[in-house]
């Protein structure tokens, strides 16, 4: 039987990244919007981040039941309480910041990974999320008033 106590130690850590997300935050903190078509698709972007970070965590967790291990959905980071009622398209940038940090961290995950297909194929999965959120969020902000 192989000692997945590392493993699963970083499994926690991407539980709580995609868990207790900015994105997952701003699910209930209601982020300003204009009645404008691009506040409309920031917030289907954001939708879209949050539906894809909850079900990578669904699936982190468990992994993690399934070996016995305890889940650790940790807390919000205190500096999100900062990011109450500010408009979305100021939070969207915030969000490409945190998803662009995550990345660097979940690559530093695939080493002490490498003989633990099946963490490591989350965090994989997770690098690649995290990259198409990041595209998907700066075209959003990118685009014209009023375009979608």
Known sequence: MTNHSL??????RVLILHYRSLPSYLADAHPWMRESARDSAA???LSAV???QRKLA???A???VDRRE???YGGFPMRFTGYNDLAIEFLIGRVVDECESNIRTLESFREPLRRDDIALSLVERAIGAAKAHVEMLTERAAAPSGVA
């Open 58 to 60: 669904d699936e982190i």
């Open 43 to 45: 917030r289907q972007a």
């Open 62 to 64: 468990a992994v993690l």
């Open 70 to 72: 305890a889940i650790a």
């Open 50 to 52: 949050i539906l894809d």
């Open 7 to 12: 493993s699963n130690d970083i499994l926690n």
